[in-house]
């Protein structure tokens, strides 16, 4: 089964529209997304025998888009397979976007189970690379793979690489780790994702001199630096009359996003743009809202979550890029069902696209 280890905030009650669509599936909903008849589907569900390796695929990760409803029936194990024992570490704190990932990994246990996969989410001290591969070693010893939310870090490359020679697949999950033998990687194109966020903002700015900054929330983080990096090339290429006034790193903490912001606004008053590059954006919105500033600095971030929404709705914010998070799910489901059956582990896998998300088209 998938258990979450540490409790969901209580804040957050993540989706209330997903969670209806799901209860709302049926087995001809998951059939009409996979391209195949509901008898297949049933097939498919209940472990029966006929159905083709990459059909079982398409089914799982419909079942995984769609969510897995509660009136279907549960499959049960093939006789004398054991489940993989996946392991996902993820960062703590109040990144919300992180937060709702896990909890969807943790009521994930049907559609994981009839990719015979068993999985344990584990939160660990966010920034922290000692911990993180000291936390990937360990649980090494009895997973049969790892999925992590990557820090760019020797300790942890040493970690993935030291695993990889063991016969333990790792995959990163939302920011990857360069030079290191891991077997996938399930995020965005983050330079890609930069430019989008600055080619928003200038569009929404308009052909005029004008000030943006960013916040990130740890340049030791990939996806971040990768995301500044995509960011400043597009304004130099594109927008030079725009000027990035700074970064500043939050740590993905709404706390420290609300006084990075109204530092920010303090030490130019004029600023017309906002990229927060990472979690925390309540902070960033309360501290506009405080300013008066909101419907005037544009405000682009990442994630689309209660607190984004609850900004896009009210007008404090104006873009959210994101991913699906199902699609992740998905995704995971896929790979190391792919690595069991010694299949080509990306088969299947869907690369993840941008989505960008504005008040009139949220879902």
Avoid: W
Wanted: glycine content about 10%; some cysteine; proline content about 6%.
């Amino acid at each position: 089964m998938c258990s979450d280890q540490v409790a969901a905030e209580g804040d957050e009650t993540a989706g209330g529209e997903d969670a209806a669509a799901r209860r709302m599936a049926r087995i001809p909903d998951v059939a009409r997304r996979a391209g195949v008849s509901t008898a297949t589907v049933d097939r498919v569900l209940n472990r029966r025998p006929g159905v083709r390796a990459g059909t079982v695929q398409k089914v799982l990760q419909a079942v995984a888009e769609l969510g897995y409803p509660a009136d279907l029936p549960a499959p049960l194990l093939a006789p004398g397979l054991k489940p993989l024992r996946i392991v996902v570490l993820l960062p703590a704190g109040t990144n919300r976007f992180i937060t709702m990932l896990g909890r969807m990994l943790a009521e994930s246990t049907p559609m994981l189970e009839a990719a015979h996969i068993s999985c344990r989410v584990e939160y660990i001290k966010s920034f922290n690379p000692e911990l993180l591969a000291r936390a990937l070693l360990q649980h090494g010893r009895t997973a049969d793979g790892l999925v992590f939310m990557a820090l760019e870090h020797p300790a942890v490359r040493e970690a993935v690489n030291r695993l990889a020679e063991k016969g333990v697949p790792c995959a990163t999950l939302i920011s990857d780790v360069a030079g290191t033998r891991r077997l996938a990687y399930f995020g965005l194109d983050n330079r890609s994702a930069g430019r989008t966020a600055a080619y928003l903002i200038a569009r929404f700015v308009g052909n005029r001199p004008a000030k943006v900054a960013m916040i990130a929330g740890s340049l030791s983080y990939r996806a971040h630096e990768e995301r500044e990096m995509g960011f400043l090339h597009l304004f130099q290429e594109m927008f030079p009359q725009i000027e990035v006034v700074g970064l500043r790193e939050g740590q993905d903490d709404e706390a420290q996003n609300y006084r990075q912001t109204r530092q920010f606004l303090a030490q130019h008053p004029d600023l017309s743009g906002l990229y927060n590059i990472g979690g925390g954006a309540a902070g960033v919105g309360r501290a506009l809202k405080e300013m008066r500033r909101e419907g005037e600095v544009v405000f682009v971030g990442h994630g689309l979550t209660p607190d984004t929404r609850a900004l896009l709705l009210d007008g404090t914010m104006d873009a959210v890029i994101t991913q699906s998070p199902q699609g992740a799910l998905a995704s995971i489901a896929t790979l190391f069902s792919n690595v069991r059956a010694g299949l080509d582990p990306l088969a299947g896998v869907e690369p993840p696209r941008i989505e960008i998300i504005l008040r009139e088209n949220l879902p």
